[in-house]
């Protein structure tokens, strides 16, 4: 799947993309939002937020940018919070017993 965090209005993230997938034109899916992505500081304070999105139901691929993201937020000293998480990105993170904070 094509995963993509989208910065929000205000921020400097570059955005995160998971490798090409080959896949014929007409079988693919709209772009989906699995979840909001923010990354907090120390403090708990918000520094950032992206929509992670993509074409059909999220993969391992999500999840794995997720894993990097919060890896390096946590080696920075800050963490990353979920919310409007799907079932399906909810599910692979469960799978991946990923320790990620997730709202609602």
């Known amino acids: 799947m094509d995963a993509y ?6 921020t400097q ?17 709209a772009v989906q ?9 120390a403090d708990g304070a918000p520094l950032a937020s992206w929509a992670l999105e993509g074409r059909g139901a999220p993969d ?10 919060a890896l390096l937020a946590r080696r920075l000293g800050g963490g990353i919070v979920l919310a409007r998480v799907s079932p399906a990105l ?12 997730v709202e609602g």
């Open 33 to 41: 939002l699995w979840c909001r992505v923010t990354v907090v500081g």
């Open 13 to 29: 993230g570059a955005p995160m993309r998971s490798p090409p997938v080959d896949r014929p034109p007409d079988v693919m899916a």
């Open 90 to 101: 909810r599910a692979l993170l469960d799978l991946a017993a990923l320790p990620v904070e």
């Open 60 to 69: 391992l691929g999500a999840v794995d940018n997720i894993a990097c993201l």
């Open 5 to 10: 965090l989208a910065p929000a209005t205000g």
